[in-house]
T-cell receptor, first 119, second 115 residues
Framework: NAGVTQTPKFQVLKTGQSMTLQCAQDMNHNSMYWYRQDPGMGLRLIYYSASEGTTDKGEVPNGYNVSRLNKREFSLRLESAAPSQTSVYFC??????????????????FGAGSRLTVL | AQSVTQPDIHITVSEGASLELRCNYSYGATPYLFWYVQSPGQGLQLLLKYFSGDTLVQGIKGFEAEFKRSQSSFNLRKPSVHWSDAAEYFCAVGAAYSSASKIIFGSGTRLSIRP
């Protein structure tokens, strides 16, 4: 049981290049999230997907797009990378299905992170 | 809008001393509250969560937190810290069970342990 898998782990881009961060979970979770982590800023929510077929903006969505490809996969795309997007990106998932109850809802399982540097 | 404030950026305590990390939240409805820990170079691990019921919740590694609705606070405590507790701690808030929940984090508190 791999949990949440992110690829790549490291990436260096030049300003203006595009790239996609991939995320997959094998826990049958319905909700998935993308965060970025910067020193002193904590984790900031970029986009989330409450369920397959839906996506919503988080706190810092500008410059990013997402795709919920299927229940397992949620990708984050930078169309034209900027130095301000240098960060560590975390994907997470949670089980928020109706009937799950309060015990597991909103509890996030995180991937290991992807460190992105934009020069 | 949801928000989480962790007023202490960095705290240093002596090994064996007690610890309290502060967290204040702003949320218009019933919140779900969480504390996560991130050890150096690692991912994030859930320490504990509050959904409802008893306002004092126990977590892993000897941590506990108390939900105080009147103060909009969810402070994390440990009676006696160990060197291995050195890490960054994040408080988070989400919607009480919802199928479309945004989960917002605070800016974190870095904990250092003095030998």
């Amino acid at each position: 049981n791999a949990g949440v898998t992110q690829t790549p782990k490291f990436q260096v881009l030049k300003t203006g290049q595009s790239m996609t961060l991939q995320c997959a979970q094998d826990m049958n979770h319905n909700s998935m999230y993308w965060y970025r982590q910067d020193p002193g800023m904590g984790l900031r929510l970029i986009y989330y997907s409450a369920s397959e077929g839906t996506t919503d903006k988080g706190e810092v969505p500008n410059g990013y797009n997402v795709s919920r490809l299927n229940k397992r996969e949620f990708s984050l795309r930078l169309e034209s990378a900027a130095p301000s997007q240098t960060s560590v990106y975390f994907c997470a998932s949670s089980d928020n299905r109706r009937g799950t109850g309060g015990g597991g809802a909103n509890v996030l399982t995180f991937g290991a992170g992807s460190r992105l540097t934009v020069l | 809008a949801q928000s989480v404030t962790q007023p202490d950026i960095h705290i240093t305590v002596s090994e064996g001393a007690s610890l309290e990390l502060r967290c204040n939240y702003s949320y218009g409805a019933t919140p779900y509250l969480f504390w996560y820990v991130q050890s150096p170079g690692q991912g994030l691990q859930l320490l504990l969560k509050y959904f409802s019921g008893d306002t004092l919740v126990q977590g892993i590694k000897g941590f506990e937190a108390e939900f105080k609705r009147s103060q909009s606070s969810f402070n994390l405590r440990k009676p006696s810290v160990h060197w291995s507790d050195a890490a960054e701690y994040f408080c988070a808030v989400g919607a009480a069970y919802s199928s479309a929940s945004k989960i917002i984090f605070g800016s974190g508190t870095r904990l250092s342990i003095r030998p």
